[in-house]
T-cell receptor
Framework: GQNIDQPTEMTATEGAIVQINCTYQ??????LFWYQQHAGEAPTFLSY????GLEEKGRFSSFLSRSKGYSYLLLKELQMKDSASYLC???????????FGKGTSLLVTP | SAVISQKPSRDICQRGTSLTIQCQVDSQVTMMFWYRQQPGQSLTLIAT?????????ESGFVIDKFPISRPNLTFSTLTVSNMSPEDSSIYLC????????????????FGPGTRLTVL
């Protein structure tokens, strides 16, 4: 099975940097995903990590360490529109369906 | 990225009735999935929609309650049968994989969801 843990809520200031952590216990997976979901909207894909290390995409970066069962999403130069829920998910070795954590609700304040 | 649409976007239904949700992808995808998201919660996988064969259901979900069809690589339906208020939720479909459409297996794209309320 897969047990994925994220903080429930975080608050950060506009312009700052925030790191959202995700820890997991799983028997095996292909890769780890991060999605952003604004209230009332569908999740949108942010990043996918297969190998250990940092993947950078503009203001967003995602890190994976398989040996530590740990990932984080780093958001730089925070904007008010970044207020959303951030979902960590893993797929599996046997298929591509996603198992999601409970999500982290991020509030960006002025 | 793929564009995924769902119909209806929302519905209010009576207890004991059934509702079929349609999911359409604008490009061929290998994999299609159905998820449920209860208010304030994360997404829970219901099943993998397999083209030409029976869907693969996750623990706690059964075919009699959630029959799924997938006649081709761009379309799937989920039926919520004999509904009760506990079925009130958002139902989302997603597509992923590459078959002349998406570039990689790595990305899954979600439809906008169907908000179901059962009275």
């Amino acid at each position: 099975g897969q047990n994925i843990d994220q903080p429930t809520e975080m608050t950060a200031t506009e312009g700052a940097i925030v790191q959202i952590n995700c820890t997991y216990q799983t028997s095996g997976f292909n890769g780890l995903f991060w999605y952003q979901q604004h209230a009332g909207e569908a999740p949108t894909f942010l990043s996918y990590n297969v190998l250990d290390g940092l993947e950078e995409k503009g203001r967003f970066s995602s890190f994976l360490s398989r040996s530590k069962g740990y990932s984080y999403l780093l958001l730089k130069e925070l904007q008010m529109k970044d207020s959303a829920s951030y979902l960590c998910a893993v797929d599996s070795n046997s298929g591509y369906a996603l198992n999601f954590g409970k999500g982290t609700s991020l509030l960006v304040t002025p | 990225s793929a564009v995924i649409s769902q119909k209806p976007s929302r519905d209010i239904c009576q207890r004991g009735t059934s509702l079929t949700i349609q999911c359409q992808v604008d490009s061929q995808v290998t994999m299609m999935f159905w998820y449920r998201q209860q208010p304030g919660q994360s997404l829970t996988l219901i099943a993998t929609a397999n083209q030409g064969s029976e869907a693969t259901y996750e623990s706690g979900f059964v075919i009699d309650k959630f029959p799924i069809s997938r006649p081709n690589l761009t379309f799937s339906t989920l039926t919520v049968s004999n509904m009760s208020p506990e079925d009130s939720s958002i139902y989302l479909c997603s597509g992923g994989g590459a078959s002349g459409g998406l570039e990689t297996y790595n990305e899954q794209f979600f439809g906008p969801g169907t908000r179901l309320t059962v009275l």
